[in-house]
């Protein structure tokens, strides 16, 4: 039996190899998130980090801004299968964030406020591949996706790059986030379409 | 969390099926219902979605992602697809796909967006647009001695209400109320609407009579910006978070 579609040619687009497999690009920034939009006020705002030693460091939202800031401009691939090319953001670098942080962790699980987490290798995090993002577009990221402040790890599906980033807790053994337990990849390239467990 | 119990194996889950479309359903002026068949469906529960995917004869493919709008019927399933202005494969399946012919599918996927018939309480639904499809296929899988489903559909003008007749029918059913928020143009007074339209407001909510003490889980699906304002307001009305399920699209799903 035949796949293919009697009749369908479909619109190419040029896109320079940038588009990974089974992705197509839009203009628009839609949102994928799991429940209700959390709102937090910036003078309650932290982020933290623990090791796996329990060690705990954190970070109000003034010494955030206190910190070095990069302005990446990265493509992003969504695992609903949207891209978004040349996206533009205002973030601090995880290695400024994790450098006075000793761990012999090979893995972060990222809780967000709202209860969202999701898994990474902790060398994904590093060698400025990844930020803490509060900025998209020159304006502050709105709260729909996912300010006052994310995770932006572009390299890797966006739903790795946790919105309302709370807390990154290093761990030896990796641990399945919210919807890495639901069926979705623990790695997630999008270059190797690692959409689902098993990919 | 515990891992989620979701009909067939991974690696059942995530193989490309060959489908054939059996019949098209015009639901509206922009949406249809594409019943497909697909060999050894392995079943699915109400809120997945598929992957579909179509192949161009030089090997091009394009890949998106449709809620089932129904239980399984065997191989049977369907799915309803909102024609997306410019859409390079909604136009294609709501005009072009002939009975008979070919596509890919897998699935199904998502765990999370999920109605379980063995699920404690009461259900809330709440659906902008075409995003009433996935929260049908909860409503059609409610066994009739299920627990108590209500559904507040916002969408723009009578005419483009998907499943009309059916809703109304059930919504006539013990145990099912569904009500239609009309945002740009109502039925009119004569026909009992009395709501002026305009977007969905608390009061749309309230007036469906469940609160937090009655601990509905919440099901909101359809565009962005009207997902955002019905779990915010379900939110500030005391809803626990943790009930309120949401599921979005924007405009990629094309």
């Given at each position: 039996?035949s796949?293919?579609?009697?009749?369908?040619?479909?619109?190419?687009?040029?896109?320079?190899?940038?588009?990974p497999?089974?992705?197509?690009?839009?203009?628009?920034?839609?949102?994928l998130?799991?429940?209700?939009?959390?709102?937090?006020?910036?003078?309650?705002?932290?982020?933290?980090?623990?090791?796996?030693?329990?060690?705990?460091?954190?970070?109000?939202?003034?010494?955030?801004?206190?910190?070095?800031?990069?302005?990446?401009?990265?493509?992003?691939?969504?695992?609903?299968?949207?891209?978004?090319l040349?996206?533009?953001?205002?973030?601090?670098?995880?290695?400024?964030?994790?450098?006075?942080?000793?761990?012999?962790?090979?893995?972060?699980?990222?809780?967000?406020?709202?209860?969202?987490?999701?898994?990474?290798?902790?060398?994904?995090?590093l060698?400025?591949?990844?930020?803490?993002?509060?900025?998209?577009?020159?304006?502050?990221?709105?709260?729909?996706?996912?300010?006052?402040?994310?995770?932006?790890?572009?390299?890797?599906?966006?739903w790795?790059?946790?919105?309302?980033?709370?807390?990154?807790?290093?761990?030896?053994?990796?641990?399945?986030?919210?919807?890495?337990?639901?069926?979705?990849?623990?790695?997630?390239?999008?270059?190797?379409?690692?959409?689902?467990?098993?990919? | 969390?515990?891992?989620?119990a979701?009909?067939g194996?991974?690696?059942?889950?995530?193989?490309?099926?060959?489908?054939?479309?059996?019949?098209?359903?015009?639901?509206?002026?922009?949406?249809?219902?594409?019943?497909?068949?697909?060999?050894d469906?392995?079943?699915?529960?109400?809120?997945?979605?598929?992957?579909?995917?179509?192949?161009?004869?030089?090997?091009?493919?394009?890949?998106?992602?449709?809620?089932?709008?129904?239980?399984?019927?065997?191989?049977?399933?369907?799915?309803?697809?909102?024609?997306?202005?410019?859409?390079?494969?909604?136009?294609?399946?709501?005009?072009?796909?002939?009975?008979?012919?070919?596509?890919?599918?897998?699935?199904?996927?998502?765990?999370?967006?999920?109605?379980?018939?063995?699920?404690?309480?009461?259900?809330?639904?709440?659906?902008?647009?075409?995003?009433?499809?996935?929260?049908?296929?909860?409503?059609?899988?409610?066994?009739?001695?299920?627990?108590?489903?209500?559904?507040?559909?916002?969408?723009?003008?009578?005419?483009?209400?998907?499943?009309?007749?059916?809703?109304d029918?059930?919504?006539?059913?013990?145990?099912?109320?569904?009500?239609?928020?009309?945002?740009?143009?109502?039925?009119?007074?004569?026909?009992?609407?009395?709501?002026?339209?305009?977007?969905?407001?608390?009061?749309?909510?309230?007036?469906?009579?469940?609160?937090?003490?009655?601990?509905?889980?919440?099901?909101?699906?359809?565009?962005?910006?009207?997902?955002?304002?019905?779990?915010?307001?379900?939110?500030a009305?005391?809803?626990?978070?943790?009930?309120?399920?949401?599921?979005?699209?924007?405009?990629?799903?094309?």
């Amino acid at each position: 039996m035949s796949f293919v579609t009697r009749g369908f040619h479909g619109r190419r687009r040029d896109d320079d190899g940038r588009l990974p497999p089974g992705q197509h690009l839009t203009g628009d920034f839609p949102v994928l998130s799991a429940g209700p939009t959390p709102r937090i006020p910036l003078d309650e705002w932290e982020l933290w980090v623990a090791t796996e030693e329990g060690t705990r460091h954190t970070w109000s939202w003034a010494e955030l801004m206190a910190l070095a800031a990069d302005e990446p401009t990265v493509d992003i691939h969504c695992v609903t299968s949207w891209s978004k090319l040349d996206t533009t953001w205002r973030g601090v670098s995880l290695d400024t964030i994790l450098a006075d942080v000793e761990t012999a962790a090979d893995y972060a699980l990222v809780h967000s406020y709202g209860g969202y987490t999701t898994n990474l290798p902790l060398e994904d995090l590093l060698d400025g591949k990844a930020w803490v993002a509060y900025e998209f577009e020159g304006d502050d990221l709105h709260p729909e996706h996912g300010g006052p402040a994310r995770l932006l790890v572009p390299h890797l599906y966006f739903w790795k790059s946790a919105k309302w980033v709370h807390g990154i807790e290093l761990v030896l053994e990796d641990t399945p986030g919210f919807w890495e337990q639901l069926g979705y990849h623990d790695y997630g390239d999008p270059w190797r379409e690692q959409r689902y467990q098993g990919d | 969390m515990a891992r989620a119990a979701i009909p067939g194996g991974l690696s059942a889950r995530r193989a490309w099926r060959p489908a054939r479309l059996l019949e098209r359903r015009v639901e509206t002026a922009s949406a249809s219902t594409l019943v497909l068949e697909v060999a050894d469906w392995p079943g699915h529960l109400p809120g997945q979605h598929v992957d579909l995917r179509l192949t161009a004869d030089d090997g091009y493919t394009a890949t998106r992602s449709y809620s089932l709008s129904a239980p399984a019927e065997g191989d049977r399933v369907e799915v309803t697809v909102q024609r997306v202005p410019d859409g390079e494969v909604s136009t294609f399946l709501c005009d072009d796909l002939q009975l008979g012919d070919a596509a890919l599918l897998r699935g199904p996927v998502g765990g999370w967006f999920v109605w379980r018939p063995e699920q404690p309480g009461p259900v809330l639904l709440v659906a902008g647009g075409s995003g009433v499809v996935p929260l049908m296929a909860m409503l059609r899988a409610r066994p009739a001695d299920g627990p108590p489903f209500r559904l507040v559909y916002s969408v723009r003008q009578p005419d483009d209400v998907i499943y009309r007749a059916e809703l109304d029918a059930l919504g006539r059913a013990e145990g099912v109320d569904v009500r239609y928020v009309f945002t740009r143009r109502g039925a009119g007074e004569d026909d009992g609407d009395e709501r002026p339209p305009g977007r969905l407001r608390a009061a749309d909510l309230d007036a469906a009579g469940w609160g937090p003490a009655d601990a509905p889980t919440c099901y909101v699906c359809g565009p962005t910006g009207f997902v955002e304002a019905a779990a915010t307001i379900l939110a500030a009305a005391g809803h626990d978070p943790a009930r309120i399920r949401t599921e979005r699209f924007g405009p990629s799903g094309s």
